[in-house]
């Protein structure tokens, strides 16, 4: 844990405060996990469900920020477990000048992106 503070710091350093700093929530309502659960069950019920399915989300959505973005000079990500047990992330991003967003039209650009297409599709959309 150290250590990764240590290069999450040298990394600011370098490139100076994130461009985009994102939270992601797990959700008991996202359909896979609803479709995994047997009848009757809760999302709370099954830990590791919750679990599966929020790390799958996240290594897809990492591996579409620069999609979304543009060229990303670093990224760091770290996950968390609220009271309730729901996994979170918190994603620093930096990206390249020319990719930053210099008005707030383009940033409702990329917010209304990174929501409709990323957070409330499906895995299976992502391939």
């Not at 919750?50 to 799958?56: A, E, G, I, K, L």
């Not at 620069?66 to 477990?81: D, L, P, R, T």
């Amino acid at each position: 844990m150290s250590q990764l503070y240590q290069d999450s710091m040298a990394i600011a350093c370098e490139y100076g405060p994130a461009t985009y700093f994102i939270t992601v929530t797990a959700s008991p309502r996202w359909e896979e996990l609803q479709a995994a659960l047997l009848p009757g069950q809760e999302p709370s019920d099954r830990p590791d469900l919750v679990v599966r399915v929020f790390h799958r989300k996240l290594t897809l959505l990492l591996k579409h920020l620069k999609s979304v973005f543009g060229k990303q000079m670093a990224c760091v990500h770290v996950i968390e477990y609220q009271k309730r047990g729901l996994p979170h992330s918190h994603i620093l991003l930096w990206v390249k000048n020319e990719y930053q967003p210099h008005s707030a039209e383009q940033m409702d650009k990329v917010c209304s992106f990174f929501n409709s297409k990323l957070l409330n599709s499906t895995h299976t959309d992502w391939k």
